[in-house]
């Protein structure tokens, strides 16, 4: 067996090796919907704009109609007419 490390915290803790490296990772789909991981909480959130804090920075996703479908520890499904999503330092 060959696994790496990596391989096989991922494997075990039911992570993606992005989520692992970078503390957070998130997906856009067909510009309705965004699932985030590895958020540390909400910085603002409007109809136009939702701001999640990561670790050392923010991930604005922006938008028209936006709500949070689901909020979890750590976790949040944003949908509505996405826009952009971008990860801002600070």
Do not use: Q
């Not at 991981?37 to 990561?54: N, Q, R, W």
């Not at 689901?70 to 952009?84: H, M």
């Amino acid at each position: 067996m060959s696994n790496s490390f990596v391989d096989v915290v991922c494997e075990t803790c039911g992570l993606e090796v992005a989520t692992l490296a970078h503390g957070y990772k998130y997906s856009v789909y067909d510009g309705r919907a965004v699932v985030v991981e590895g958020h540390k909480g909400i910085v603002s959130y409007t109809e136009t704009s939702v701001v999640f804090a990561l670790r050392k920075n923010k991930l604005t996703i922006k938008g028209g109609r936006l709500s949070i479908k689901c909020l979890e520890r750590n976790f949040a499904v944003v949908v509505g007419d996405i826009v952009s999503v971008a990860v801002d330092n600070g």
